[in-house]
């Protein structure tokens, strides 16, 4: 409609791909359950941000996505929040292995994601766990050992724990690649690929970055099937 045309002028939002849905331009429009709305109230969020408000609708729908945002634009709940409604969807019984996998750059990143996923996912009975490299192995086994619905992780050390089979990405149906460009500049694409080919290929993959160089397109492009891209503000190259 017009009106959603005119917020997605007004916040600078581009979207290309088949069959796009509509943003989410409140909460109470996104049919997020209470508690998790709750949560947001909680956190005194007075609405989605405008990469949140097009992406929920786009994740919830079962679609990849690339989401192209600067750096403080709200990506981290743009992935996380529908995850915990997939998780919620497949009841998964977490022992098993994680069913939401986000892979981060950093150590320091990782855990704010594991924060955030902590914070808004309680009282969703979510369950998550952050692995990464310069840090103990012993902790993060036990982790994996107890079970998590979502694991965050660095790709490095979860490849270390890989190649120790102390965790199974079998049951893993939603992967997040966050800061992919990053990760590119990290030269974690192997380690990245080699991660992939652990998860069955029936999965939804959503990537987030801030940047869209042509590194970060083919590896969208190998990994990625049919995504909707949502850019907010300049498409930048
Ligand atoms: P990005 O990953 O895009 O750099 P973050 O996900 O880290 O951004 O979010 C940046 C900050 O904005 C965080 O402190 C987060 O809690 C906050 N935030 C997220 N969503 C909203 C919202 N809808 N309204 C207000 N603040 C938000
Ligand atoms: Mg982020």
């Known amino acids: 409609s017009s009106l959603l045309d005119a917020y997605r002028c007004q916040h600078e939002i581009t979207v290309t791909g088949e069959d796009i849905p509509a943003p989410y331009t409140t909460f109470e429009s996104t049919e997020f359950p209470s508690e998790i709305l709750r949560e ?12 949140q408000a097009q992406s929920w609708p786009i994740a919830l ?12 634009s709200g990506k981290t709940l743009g992935y996380l929040l529908p995850g915990f409604i997939h998780i919620k969807h497949l009841r998964n019984n977490s ?17 704010q994601i594991q924060e955030e996923a902590v914070k808004f996912g309680r009282s969703s009975r979510i369950s998550s766990a952050c692995l990464y490299g310069g840090a103990p192995k012993g902790p993060q086994l036990r982790d994996m050992d107890r079970g998590v619905d979502v694991v965050v992780a660095t790709p490095g050390r979860l490849n270390d724990i890989l190649e120790m089979k102390r965790v199974s990405l079998r049951q893993v149906t939603y992967l997040v690649l966050d800061e ?38 083919k590896i969208a492009a190998d990994l990625l099937v049919n995504p909707v891209q949502v850019n907010i503000g300049n498409i930048d190259t």
């Open 40 to 51: 947001v109230h909680h956190a005194g969020f007075s609405a989605p941000t405008p990469i």
């Open 95 to 111: 022992r098993m292995g994680p069913t939401v996998l986000v892979l981060s750059p950093t150590r320091e990143l990782a855990t």
């Open 180 to 217: 992919a460009d990053r990760m590119l500049d990290m030269g974690f694409e192997p380690q990245i690929r080699k991660i992939v080919n652990e998860i069955p290929p029936r999965r939804q993959t959503l990537m987030f970055t801030a940047t869209w160089p042509k590194e970060v397109r």
């Open 61 to 72: 729908s079962g679609r990849d996505i690339v989401a192209i945002a600067k750096t403080g």
